[in-house]
C-alpha cells in the first residue's frame, strides 16, 4: 500500500492525551509534529519531509451545506498535508437545482471540481451518466474502508445497482428519524414525556390533541375550534416522508424487484389515509387545507413533538433557544426505520484519483467525519464508531442520541430506483391533491401507480 494509503491522523478527546506511537519501521521521517486544539479535540498531525518536498495537488471540493464542520475539516487537512491542499467551494443556494446545475457548467466549461457533496436523491443519474467515478477499485485496495463495517442502509444509498451495485460515493452525512419533544411544553401542562415504545394511532394522536390550540386557545375537540387560525399544534409527522408511513402500515411503494409501482394496496392506503387524518381529521399537524398566517414550526416553540432527523439537528440548535430531547419514533402497524445517507463523490475527469480518493474517504470515515460528529448532524458510517463519546455524550439537545442509534440497526429507508429524480417530485405532487380534498385517496394511488410504472418504462415523466 503507498505512501497516501497509509498516512493516519488520529483524534483524542480532550487536552493531553497521548497518542500511541506506531512502529517506527512503517513511519516516513517526520519533520514537524505539532498538537492543535480545535474546539473540544486535540488532533495530532504528521508532516513528512517527503509532503514538505512535494509540489503540492490542489484538489477542487465543490459542497452546498454543513460549511462549518467542512471549514474545520479542511484547516486541519490542509496544514497536515502542505502536498495535497483542499480548496472548498461552498455553494450557496435555496435549491438542490441551483447546486446541482452549477456543477454540470462547471463540467461542461471544462474546469469541473475534483471532488463533490451529492445529496442521496440525485446521486445515481451522475453515475449512470459517467459523471462520477466507480470508487469500488479504491474501497477494494484501502485497508481502512470496510465494507462489512458500514451500516447496510449506507452501503444502498451510494451504490448504483442501475449499473453495477458499486458504490460512486462514499457516505458522509447518515442519519435516521426520531421522535423529537419540546420538554418546556410538557413541563407545563404536567404531561409525561414520550417514551420509545408508542404507537401512533394510540398514543401519539391523543397526546397531541393536549397540545393542540387555536388562536383562542380552543382544543381541537372544542365547539368553537377554528383549523384556520392556529397557535399551536400538537405534532409535526413531516408528511415528506410518505414512504416511510407507508411501510409502517405494512405496505410497500413498489414490487420486491422493484419493476412496477405497488402503493394502491389497502396497507399503503392506510398509511397515507393516516398523514391525511392526522392533519385534516383529527387536525392536531400542520395541514395544506389549513394555510396559517404565520409559519408555525417546532423551532419556533409552536408544536409539542415532531419527527426530526439525524442531519437537522445542527440547523435547529442554531435557531432553538429552548431544551428539547428525542425518542424512538412512535409505530404504526409494524415498526420499521428509515435512514439515509448522502455522500461524497469523485468526478470522473480528475486528474487526481488518489489524492481525491484519500480527501473523500477523510470525510467519510476520518478526522472529517469526527467535525460532522460534533455537530450531532450524522451517524457515523462505521458499526463499530457509531456510539462514540462525541456523538453520545452531548451537552447541547438532544441528549438521547442513542435513539437515532437504535433506528439505525432497526434498518429501513426510501425505495430507491433509477427513476428516484422524479418520483419524488411525482409522488408528492398527488399526495398533496389528497391532502387539499382535490382527489380522493383512491385516484391519488391509481395516479401514482401510473405515473410511476411509465417512468419505469420509459426513463422519463409522462
Not at 95 to 112: F, H, S
Not at 185 to 201: K, L, N, Q, R
Request: glycine share 6%; net charge negative; hydrophobic share 40%.
Amino acid at each position: 500500500m503507498n505512501k497516501l494509503m497509509n498516512r493516519r491522523n488520529f483524534l483524542r478527546l480532550s487536552a493531553g492525551t497521548t497518542v500511541a506511537a506506531l512502529a517506527a519501521a512503517c513511519q516516513p521521517q517526520v519533520v514537524e509534529v505539532e498538537k492543535v486544539v480545535k474546539e473540544t479535540v486535540v488532533v495530532e498531525k504528521e508532516v513528512t519531509a517527503e509532503a514538505v518536498a512535494k509540489e503540492p495537488v490542489t484538489i477542487e471540493f465543490m459542497s452546498r451545506h454543513d460549511f462549518d464542520s467542512q471549514r474545520l475539516a479542511v484547516a486541519e487537512w490542509n496544514d497536515a498535508h502542505p502536498d495535497i491542499q483542499i480548496n472548498i467551494d461552498e455553494v450557496v443556494g435555496d435549491t438542490w437545482d441551483y447546486y446541482r446545475i452549477k456543477m454540470m457548467q462547471q463540467l461542461a466549461a471544462g474546469n469541473p471540481p475534483d471532488t463533490v457533496f451529492t445529496d442521496v436523491w440525485y446521486f445515481r443519474m451522475y453515475a449512470v451518466d459517467g459523471v462520477f467515478m466507480n470508487l469500488e477499485p479504491m474501497i477494494d485496495a484501502d485497508y481502512d474502508y470496510r465494507k462489512d463495517n458500514l451500516w447496510p442502509v449506507v452501503i444502498e444509498n451510494t451504490a448504483a445497482p442501475d449499473i453495477n451495485g458499486d458504490m460512486y460515493c462514499l457516505p458522509y452525512d447518515y442519519g435516521t428519524h426520531c421522535l423529537a419533544y419540546n420538554k418546556g411544553m410538557f413541563d407545563a401542562a404536567g404531561v409525561d414525556y414520550p417514551t420509545d415504545d408508542m404507537s401512533w394511532e394510540d398514543d401519539i394522536v391523543p397526546l397531541a390533541r393536549e397540545f393542540t390550540l387555536d388562536m383562542d386557545d380552543n382544543k381541537v375537540d372544542g365547539a368553537n375550534f377554528d383549523p384556520t387560525r392556529m397557535q399551536q399544534y400538537g405534532i409535526n409527522p413531516y408528511n415528506y416522508l410518505f414512504w416511510w408511513y407507508v411501510d409502517a402500515w405494512g405496505g410497500k411503494c413498489f414490487t420486491p424487484d422493484m419493476s412496477k409501482s405497488n402503493i394502491n394496496t389497502p396497507e399503503a392506503a392506510a398509511g397515507i389515509k393516516f398523514l391525511y387524518d392526522i392533519m385534516n381529521t383529527y387536525k392536531i399537524a400542520p395541514s395544506p387545507a389549513y394555510q396559517q398566517s404565520q409559519p408555525i414550526s417546532f423551532q419556533t416553540g409552536k408544536i409539542a413533538m415532531s419527527i426530526v432527523a439525524t442531519w437537522d439537528i445542527p440547523g435547529w440548535n442554531s435557531t432553538i433557544d429552548f431544551e428539547y430531547d428525542i425518542v424512538r419514533p412512535p409505530r404504526g402497524s409494524t415498526r420499521i426505520g428509515d435512514g439515509r445517507a448522502s455522500g461524497m463523490a469523485v468526478l470522473s475527469t480528475t486528474e487526481h484519483v488518489e489524492e481525491s480518493w484519500q480527501w473523500v474517504k477523510d470525510l467519510s470515515i476520518g478526522r472529517g467525519q469526527h467535525y460532522k460528529q460534533l455537530t450531532g448532524g450524522a451517524i457515523h458510517p462505521q458499526k463499530d464508531k457509531a456510539r462514540n463519546e462525541i456523538f453520545m455524550n452531548r451537552t447541547d439537545p438532544p441528549y438521547n442520541m442513542e435513539a437515532f442509534i437504535q433506528e439505525a440497526e432497526l434498518g429501513g429507508g426510501p425505495p430507491f430506483f433509477q427513476g428516484w429524480e422524479y418520483y419524488i417530485d411525482l409522488a408528492p405532487a398527488e399526495l398533496s391533491k389528497y391532502y387539499v380534498d382535490e382527489a380522493t385517496l383512491d385516484e391519488t394511488l391509481q395516479a401514482i401507480d401510473e405515473k410511476t410504472d411509465y417512468v419505469i418504462a420509459n426513463g422519463k415523466m409522462p
